[in-house]
């Protein structure tokens, strides 16, 4: 058999194999801490909060899906202000999970909002170092959430 003949049957093999499915993609999960309203009443697409129900209108606006492409990981501190230091420690310990590297990365990409380049200059370390420390401390915090 030749080439030409090799290459035609892995052709028609191929297409009379069924498509495989596509792999799922992943849910962003965004974090949500506020003292004014209970857990429950954060969650879902439809927050009572004016200010979550704000934000995921702008999420919409931008072209994101609600439970398709992210959900929303919300805790409340029900009214009571005594309760919101829990609640961001509940974060610290989540960041506290992480390397010192990957922590840096994560707070000045997602709680500073500063872009890519700024932050490897900033690291001294280059793009592709820094996606990679956000990639892997953004997989500990998923597995950490998940537990």
């Known amino acids: ?13 191929s297409a009379s194999q069924p498509a495989g499915a596509q792999p799922a993609r992943k849910i962003a999960r965004i974090g949500i801490i506020t003292s004014g309203f209970t857990t429950a009443e954060l969650k879902g697409p439809d927050p009572k909060s004016a200010n979550v129900a704000a934000f995921l209108r702008g999420m919409r606006e931008l072209g994101y899906e609600y439970g398709k492409e992210f959900v929303t990981e919300p805790r409340g501190g029900e009214g009571r202000t005594e309760v919101y230091p829990l609640l961001a420690a509940e974060l610290v310990r989540l960041l506290d999970r992480v390397s010192d590297d990957q922590r840096e990365v994560l707070v000045l990409r997602f709680v500073l909002d500063m872009p890519l380049a700024r932050v490897a200059g900033i690291c001294g370390k280059s793009e592709t170092a820094v996606t990679a420390l956000q990639f892997r401390g953004l997989q500990r915090l998923r597995r950490e959430v998940e537990r």
Do not use: E, P
């Open 1 to 13: 058999m030749n080439r030409r003949d090799f290459i035609g049957c892995l052709a028609a093999l």
